[in-house]
């Protein structure tokens, strides 16, 4: 289960029964916890899930620091509890799939594929492991160009 | 929360999709080449190399003085980091947001097992 297609893939093992791990993914009283990654918040208000196909899932993080707020939405394109769960965001066109694994009656794997799915793309010679090969090459970069993060006085500006 | 375009970022990741021109940045990373040098790894002619540029420098991803004999190509640095902030950002999300989810799962099952009694 390596990298074939255009699929950057996160996993994490949790010690929690599937259908709760499943749940906190859908229901916002839970999503409110935890949805927002470090240094942000997504109030409870702002958080609208109809898990069904063609259902919106939008939320909106906000900067702890700054305030600043990042809306997203999304529409669910497969519900089917308590394995599996794919939206596809409405501003990226990229479609992001949830898969609960049941390691045991108290363990969970949870992958996430996330795909992005530009024109570009729909190029044959785009096609094979393309995001795979990306975060290889990201981490090799890293590695033979460790200046490479942001100590460049010299670049202008892109903006 | 980044400033590149869907558009660059299009071009950048079509740019990367190939493997010769990955080498090619990778090699640039490392400083500033020549078309010959960037050749000399490879087992493709001049023209086969130049095409590769051409699409690398067509995305902002590398630059071409004009003004020098030898044309050397330049890797623009922030539009690399730029691409690969996409996936790393989001590498760094899911990290975070599976942080706090096993944070929440720990408290929900705690409390149920408070409700039960069934305390270990």
């Given amino acids: 289960m390596s990298g074939h297609g255009n699929e950057l893939r996160f996993t994490r093992v949790f010690d929690a029964p599937r259908q709760l791990v499943f749940d906190c993914m859908i229901d916002p009283d839970h999503l409110t916890h935890f949805w927002g990654p470090a240094g942000t918040s997504t109030p409870r208000e702002h958080i609208t899930v109809d898990a ?12 702890d620091r700054d305030g600043s707020r990042y809306p997203t939405h999304a529409i669910y394109d497969e519900v089917r509890p308590p394995e599996l769960l794919s939206w596809t965001e409405s501003h990226s066109g990229m479609r992001v799939t949830t898969q609960f694994v049941a390691l045991g009656p108290d363990r969970t794997e949870v992958r ?15 096609q094979a492991g393309f995001l795979t090969s990306l975060d290889r090459f990201a ?3 890293g590695e033979v160009a460790p200046r490479r993060s942001g100590s460049e006085p010299d670049q202008p500006s892109s903006e | 929360m980044s400033t590149l375009t869907e558009e660059r970022l299009d071009a950048a990741f079509a740019a990367l999709a190939d493997p010769t021109r990955r080498a090619i940045v990778s090699r640039l990373a490392t400083g500033d080449a020549t078309v010959n040098e960037l050749a000399a790894p490879f087992a493709m002619s001049l023209p086969g190399i130049s095409k590769h540029l051409k699409v690398l420098e067509r995305s902002g991803l590398i630059s ?9 190509c330049h890797l623009e640095v922030e539009a690399l980091d730029q691409t690969l902030d996409w996936i790393t950002t989001h590498r760094r999300i899911w990290d975070e947001r599976f942080d706090k989810l096993d944070a929440r799962l720990r408290a929900v099952q705690s409390g149920r097992r408070h409700r039960k009694g069934v305390v270990g």
């Fill in chain 1, 52 to 63: 069904r196909p063609g259902g919106v899932f939008s939320t909106v993080m906000v900067n």
């Fill in chain 1, 139 to 141: 981490a090799h970069l």
């Fill in chain 2, 64 to 72: 071409r003085r004009r003004d020098a004999q030898f044309r050397p």
């Fill in chain 1, 112 to 126: 996430i594929h996330q795909r992005y799915v530009p024109e570009a793309f729909l190029a044959p010679e785009a």
